[in-house]
């Protein structure tokens, strides 16, 4: 099990927005700022889409933003397309004992 | 430009160590705020972390594992090499080395650059 909870899969139609949540606790997602969001398509490496909860490295499009409330913190995605189809992963510092880096469970997004 | 490439064997016998290498350029492990760390992949599954190494040579391991683990660096060579012992198939997975920055506490930030990762099939 996870130490950040993603939903399995979402999806969305073409042009659509979607948000992909990640829910942790106060000692990793509430506690500080520094979710991370990564792509990763079939194969390939992850690559970075969001850092520090809602800044975009360069040449990541600004159809992808993030935000956190609490413990849980969100990725949307807006303008859907085909492109975005892959797994997303969010990661977290924490401060438990028994880990310094927490990922998510992982979330399939499909563009139908 | 920055860029990371594990390497290491694809095939690795039950109870084996495994060595894996990541060999980096366009920055310095000997800058502060500079970290690598790996990350692993079974077929099918998240992403699990592993360990990290800073800088100062400070050394950080997923508790679940660390008894297995050991990370250390050449930074003449701009390497950063794991060794995991003990290994079973389930241990199978693609491993991952990134670059992760930290802020002025040294807390880890997040995994800006990655290699493209190596495959680890273990069976005898």
């Known amino acids: 099990q996870s130490a950040l909870t993603q939903p399995a899969s979402v999806s969305g139609s073409p042009g659509q927005s979607i948000t992909i949540s990640c829910t942790g606790t106060s000692s990793d997602v509430g506690g500080y700022n520094y979710v991370s969001w990564y792509q990763q398509h079939p194969g390939k490496a992850p690559k970075l889409m969001i850092y520090?909860?809602?800044n975009r490295p360069s040449g990541v499009s600004n159809r992808f933003s993030g935000s956190k409330s609490g413990n849980t913190a969100s990725l949307t995605i807006s303008g859907l397309q085909a492109e975005d189809e892959a797994d997303y992963y969010c990661s977290s510092y924490t401060s438990s004992s028994t880990l310094h880096v927490v990922f998510g469970g992982g979330t399939k997004l499909t563009v139908l | 430009q920055v860029t990371l490439r594990e390497s290491g064997p694809a095939l690795v016998k039950p109870t084996q160590t495994l060595t894996l290498t990541c060999t980096f350029s366009?920055?310095?492990?000997?800058?502060?705020?500079?970290?690598v760390s790996w990350i692993r992949q079974p077929p099918g599954k998240a992403l699990e972390w592993l360990a990290l190494?800073?800088?100062?040579?400070?050394?950080y391991y997923s508790t679940s594992l660390k008894t297995r683990l050991t990370i250390s660096k050449d930074t003449s060579k701009n390497q950063v090499v794991l060794t995991m012992t003990n290994m079973d198939p389930v241990d199978t997975a693609t491993y991952y080395c990134a670059r992760v920055l930290t802020d002025s506490s040294s807390v880890p930030t997040y995994f800006d650059y990655w290699g493209q990762g190596t495959l680890v099939t273990v069976s005898s």
């Open positions: 190494i800073d800088w100062d040579d400070d050394k």
């Open positions: 520090d909860v809602s």
């Open positions: 366009g920055f310095s492990l000997s800058t502060s705020g500079m970290c």
